[in-house]
């Protein structure tokens, strides 16, 4: 199984801050990678897929890069609504999630 | 708008057996693979269930075969996943989600179903 891992598990920031996620496979997988928002009590958001494809009526201050088995995803400038838990996601082989970031109010 | 509105869940004793339903509309649901995803609480996503958009192929995560059962009814719009043996550590909230394209390909979730609850418990 392709494992998924995450850094860091929570992240403090402030309005305005750029954002820095990071996420790592246990194996190559070439660019088949998503990232998703999630909020309490809500369903994950995809943000990004294909390791830097936006999805439609994501706001472009999210970004991603990577390919392989090293990948991150990047907010620009944070906003209010940007505070969530993060999931990276898999689906070169199957399909596996990362252990979520929180990022936090500084 | 695409949409996924899900239903069944709730408290349900160990061992007994329960099936979730998910009602997809906005989109042609018969084109399209879906998946299921369950999240503990407090915990990560864990994915649960695929099956192809005409339903014959399906596939489990090692740790859930046997168990689980997905299925759909393209005639009614409409996912479906069957849990017996309920045991107290598949509680949590099971998301319905359906793949990014319609194509062989790899995809991406990209729309989700709000989510249901099942708490297995006596």
């Known amino acids: 199984d392709i494992q998924m891992t995450q850094s860091p598990s929570t992240l403090s920031a402030s309005v305005g801050d750029r954002v820095t996620i990071t996420c790592r496979a246990s194996?190559?997988?070439?660019?088949?990678l998503a990232w998703y928002q999630q909020k309490p009590g809500k369903a994950p958001k995809l943000l990004i897929y294909?390791?830097?494809s936006l999805e439609s009526g994501v706001p472009s201050r999210f970004s991603g890069s990577g390919s392989g088995t090293e990948f991150t995803l990047t907010i620009s400038s944070l906003q209010p609504d940007d505070f969530a838990t993060y999931f990276c996601?898999?689906?070169?082989?199957?399909?596996?999630f990362g252990l979520g970031t929180k990022v936090e109010i500084k | 708008q695409v949409q996924l509105l899900q239903s069944g869940g709730g408290v349900v004793q160990p061992g007994r057996s329960l099936r979730l339903s998910c009602a997809a509309s906005?989109?042609?649901?018969?084109?399209?693979?879906m998946h299921w995803v369950r999240q503990a609480p407090g915990k990560g996503l864990e994915w649960v269930a695929f099956?192809?958009?005409?339903?014959?192929?399906?596939y489990y995560p090692d740790s859930l075969k046997g168990r689980f059962t997905v299925s759909r009814d393209n005639s009614k719009n409409t996912l479906y996943l069957q849990v017996n043996s309920l045991r107290p550590d598949d509680t949590a909230v099971y998301y319905c989600?359906?793949?990014?394209?319609?194509?062989?390909?790899?995809?991406?979730?990209?729309?989700w179903g709000q989510g249901t609850e099942v708490t297995v418990s006596s």
């Open positions: 989600a359906k793949k990014g394209v319609s194509l062989a390909a790899p995809a991406a979730f990209d729309i």
């Open positions: 906005g989109f042609t649901f018969n084109t399209f693979g």
């Open positions: 099956i192809s958009y005409h339903g014959s192929e399906t």
């Open positions: 194996q190559n997988i070439a660019s088949w």
């Open positions: 294909k390791a830097s």
């Open positions: 996601q898999q689906y070169s082989t199957w399909w596996t």
